[in-house]
């Protein structure tokens, strides 16, 4: 048998290379002519070359749904469920959907039964918080009756992207952070039946026009972003992946707004930012500019990227919001040890509606560990600020270093 198939390859090999030796006396069609190499003929020239897998587009371009029309992309009255999973910002960020789909035509329910559409927030700082949101949607598809189009936003959509859609019937369409104001085309196309992806992350996008719809709109606290994204880079943290670089939202329209919620009752505000004290406006604005003065870390502590220079810093911001009300009381988070300034801890003691609760995260106490982290400082530079803190504002801080 072996031989057998040694003699029908060798025929083979002959008939082929006798067919090459004749092309390459003849001219082609297209006046070029074929060789057979010096070296011989190989395996190359007898095996068909493999062919690239036309994988199946997951997401429509803009291009490709230009066919729908305001009709197409209006709610109609269609009911959406809301579920928000993660930090302050994503509750934040539930908001500005909110406002967004309502703007849209689309009518918030808590039914799931009753939803048209169920939108799902999402968290990826940890393992444990993926795996929630993996669970609720297997619950949504086995639960919901009317079959809902499911939508996942958030980190965990910037993060998991196509592999969110390839769990086939668990979700239709998936946005990043900087992909709300797409949502109403995204849901437009996946009632068409396809599925629909945008994670594209910008550089200026901060939903600054945006009036979110609060959950408790008759509350007496809500959360104003003012900035969004991280540049610092830490080693173990997915955030600048997720979230994107830094930007700042211009802050005029974080004053209109901390403004229009005073006249709406509210008595605190939480400003909110994955690197709250690190903002830096530069946008026009009819607040004026700070001049060429460079960012600056608390001594000691180092940076990864290079140093902002010019604009409104959150000293400015804090400043300005602590003078449109008194009465309301404001606090920030996240904040970064680097990025606190003692004319920051003078301010708050300054103003009285400026809490004084400082969340001061210290991650580790082992310099090896906080190297290995890329945080920048070392155990003792983090108590030495500690103490500059209680220095200006003595036993009167609550603060937290987790």
């Keep these: 048998m072996n031989r057998r198939l040694l003699s029908l390859l060798r025929s083979a090999v002959s008939r082929n290379s006798q067919r090459y030796a004749c092309e390459a006396t003849a001219t ?40 729908l029309d305001p009709l197409d992309i209006s709610g109609l009255g269609r009911k959406v469920k809301y579920v928000t999973y993660g930090c302050q910002m994503n509750v934040n960020d539930m908001e500005v959907v909110r406002s967004i789909l309502k703007s849209n035509d689309y009518i918030e329910t808590d039914d799931l039964q009753a939803a048209d559409v169920v939108v799902l927030i999402t968290c990826s700082i940890r393992e444990g918080a993926e795996d929630k949101v993996w669970r609720e949607l297997k619950r949504i598809r086995h639960v919901a009756r009317r079959k809902p189009v499911v939508g996942v936003l958030g980190c965990m959509a910037e993060r998991v992207r196509h592999g969110l859609l390839s769990k086939k019937g668990l979700v239709d369409v998936v946005a990043g952070p900087d992909a709300y104001r797409d949502l109403p085309r995204l849901l437009a196309v996946a009632r068409a039946g396809s599925s629909a ?9 901060t939903y600054a026009d945006v009036r979110p719809v609060r959950v408790d709109e008759n509350g007496k606290t809500a959360f104003v972003s003012i900035m969004r994204g991280c540049d610092n880079m830490c080693t173990y943290c997915v955030v600048p992946l997720t979230r994107g670089r830094e930007r700042s939202r211009p802050i005029d329209s974080i004053i209109d707004e901390v403004r229009r919620l005073s006249d709406e009752g509210v008595k605190q505000v939480t400003l909110l930012g994955q690197n709250v004290n690190s903002y830096r406006d530069m946008s026009e604005s009819t607040y004026v ?14 940076t990864v990227y290079k140093p902002k220079t010019g604009g409104r810093t959150f000293l400015t911001l804090l400043d300005k919001i602590s003078e449109v009300d008194p009465e309301m009381r404001i606090r920030f988070t996240s904040p970064h040890p680097k990025d606190f300034p003692i004319e920051v801890i003078q301010l708050i003691k300054e103003r009285p509606n400026i809490c004084n609760q400082l969340h001061l995260p210290a991650q580790s106490g082992d310099d090896t560990v906080l190297e290995r982290m890329g945080r920048g400082y070392t155990r003792d530079l983090y108590l030495r600020l500690v103490d500059d803190i209680r220095e200006v504002l003595p036993g009167k801080v609550d603060d937290t270093s987790r």
């Design 28 to 67: 082609t069609a297209e006046g070029r002519r074929r060789t057979v190499p010096n070296d011989g003929l190989g395996l190359d020239h007898f095996i068909q070359k493999s062919r690239k897998a036309r994988l199946p587009k997951i997401s429509p371009t803009v291009e490709e749904s230009s066919y």
């Design 197 to 205: 992806i945008n994670v594209q992350l910008s550089v200026e996008e």
């Design 289 to 302: 500019m700070e001049g060429p003065t460079a960012t600056t870390t608390v001594p000691g502590f180092s």
